[in-house]
Nanobody
């Protein structure tokens, strides 16, 4: 079945770095743009970043620009999120999501990986 599995989250101090990974299976990976979305109790769902299907076009929410980098490996069917200069406000569950080619909906989600930024 179509599946996305996130990994790489954990506890990190402010200013630290983490790299998240999302492994995809069950579909033609390079047919889809991929996204990272995060969720907190206060803000709910917040879009973080997207990468086009070839990996050459990327976009970021304003608060992540200059700190986060999204990339993908279409051979390994994996999308990454490199997070640097982490802040406490970045604490959230981070989800990998596939964007449907016809509706534009995020039609497939992973289970998420917890990122906690705290001293």
């Amino acid at each position: 079945e179509v599946q996305l599995v996130e990994s790489g989250g954990g506890l990190v101090q402010p200013g630290g770095s983490l790299r998240l990974s999302c492994s995809a299976s069950g579909f033609t990976f390079d047919d889809y743009a991929m996204n990272w979305v995060r969720q907190t109790p206060g803000k709910g769902l917040e879009w973080v970043s997207s990468v086009g299907r070839k990996g050459d076009i990327t976009a970021y929410a304003d608060s992540m620009k200059g700190r986060f980098t999204i990339s993908r490996d279409n051979v390994k069917n994996t999308v990454f999120l490199q997070m640097n200069s982490l802040k406490s406000e970045d604490s959230a569950v981070y989800y990998c999501a596939r964007r449907g080619s016809t509706t534009g909906d995020f039609d497939t989600w992973g289970q998420g990986t917890q990122v906690t930024v705290s001293s």
